[in-house]
């Protein structure tokens, strides 16, 4: 939603214009939906899985080092680091060699599965923005059927200052859907929903039922940095 002055949703009703619509929006509480992504719940499925791999790759490591150097120590040790294990007469040598092996055998087993977790965690977390500002877009739309998402977007974009946005941010802290509504009636006090030369009055929910979307910080700043209002 408002990327690029584009509507995702093409079928949301435009801004009644010239005096083609007659009936006045009504203010409507639209409370957050939060239906789940398959998709997403598949995928938060999935990299608990991975976690709990790591884990337990992460406990058993020193067991499996044991186990190969047992059954095949030279594919762990140097004929060199061998012979000081076999012949050699200091204890502390012999300690510092297997831990730094072990050390190695850790990082290489185990550093592979903490990068493809750690990749896949972004991903991941990406999409949960994605999906977040799905069911803001969403939600918006429908609390407001009568202001068009390309002009709403125009606004925020184009006539809206940084420090309008900054104030907005504030005021509604981690709320995004709290900042959507701010705007949303800035847009209406600004350029107004005009009707036969009458503004009509702003389509918004001011009920202090209206349940907060927490949201974490990653997700606000990808928000505020798509409609151009990063601080």
Same mark, same amino acid.
């Given at each position: #939603?408002?990327?690029?002055?584009?509507?995702?949703?093409?079928?949301?009703?435009?801004?009644?214009?010239?005096?083609?619509d007659?009936?006045?929006?009504?203010?409507?509480?639209?409370?957050? *939906? $939060?239906?789940?992504?398959?998709?997403? #719940?598949? =995928?938060?499925?999935?990299?608990?899985? #991975?976690? =709990?791999?790591?884990?337990?790759?992460?406990?058993?490591?020193?067991? +499996?080092?044991? +186990?190969?150097?047992? %059954?095949?120590?030279?594919?762990?040790?140097?004929?060199?680091?061998? =012979?000081?294990? $076999?012949?050699?007469?200091?204890?502390?040598?012999?300690?510092?060699?297997?831990? !730094?092996?072990l050390?190695?055998?850790?990082?290489?087993? /185990?550093?592979?599965?903490?990068?493809?977790?750690? %990749?896949?965690?972004? $991903? /991941?977390? +990406?999409?949960?923005i994605?999906?977040? /500002?799905?069911?803001l877009?969403?939600?918006?739309?429908?609390?407001?059927?009568?202001i068009?998402?390309? !002009?709403?977007?125009?606004?925020?974009?184009?006539?809206?200052?940084g420090?309008?946005?900054?104030?907005?941010?504030?005021?509604?802290?981690? !709320? #995004?859907?709290?900042?959507?509504? /701010?705007? *949303?009636? %800035?847009?209406?006090?600004?350029?107004?929903?005009?009707? !036969?030369? $009458?503004?009509?009055?702003?389509?918004?929910?001011?009920?202090?039922?209206?349940?907060?979307?927490?949201?974490?910080?990653?997700?606000?700043?990808?928000?505020?940095?798509?409609?151009?209002? %990063?601080?």
């Amino acid at each position: #939603m408002f990327v690029n002055g584009e509507s995702q949703d093409q079928n949301t009703p435009p801004l009644a214009q010239n005096g083609q619509d007659s009936q006045q929006p009504q203010p409507q509480s639209v409370p957050p *939906t $939060e239906e789940p992504d398959a998709v997403l #719940m598949q =995928e938060e499925a999935r990299l608990s899985i #991975m976690q =709990e791999d790591f884990e337990k790759a992460t406990t058993n490591i020193q067991n +499996e080092f044991e +186990e190969l150097i047992t %059954k095949n120590p030279s594919q762990v040790f140097s004929p060199e680091e061998l =012979e000081v294990i $076999e012949i050699g007469r200091n204890p502390a040598e012999k300690f510092k060699l297997f831990s !730094d092996k072990l050390e190695d055998f850790r990082k290489e087993q /185990l550093g592979i599965k903490k990068a493809q977790i750690d %990749k896949f965690s972004v $991903e /991941l977390e +990406e999409k949960r923005i994605g999906s977040k /500002l799905n069911s803001l877009e969403a939600r918006w739309k429908k609390a407001n059927p009568n202001i068009d998402p390309n !002009d709403f977007n125009d606004y925020l974009q184009n006539d809206m200052t940084g420090r309008q946005k900054a104030t907005l941010k504030d005021e509604a802290g981690e !709320d #995004m859907y709290k900042f959507l509504e /701010l705007a *949303t009636a %800035k847009y209406i006090e600004e350029k107004g929903q005009e009707q !036969d030369g $009458e503004k009509l009055p702003p389509n918004l929910s001011s009920g202090s039922g209206t349940p907060q979307l927490e949201q974490s910080k990653m997700a606000q700043e990808e928000y505020l940095r798509r409609i151009g209002g %990063k601080r």
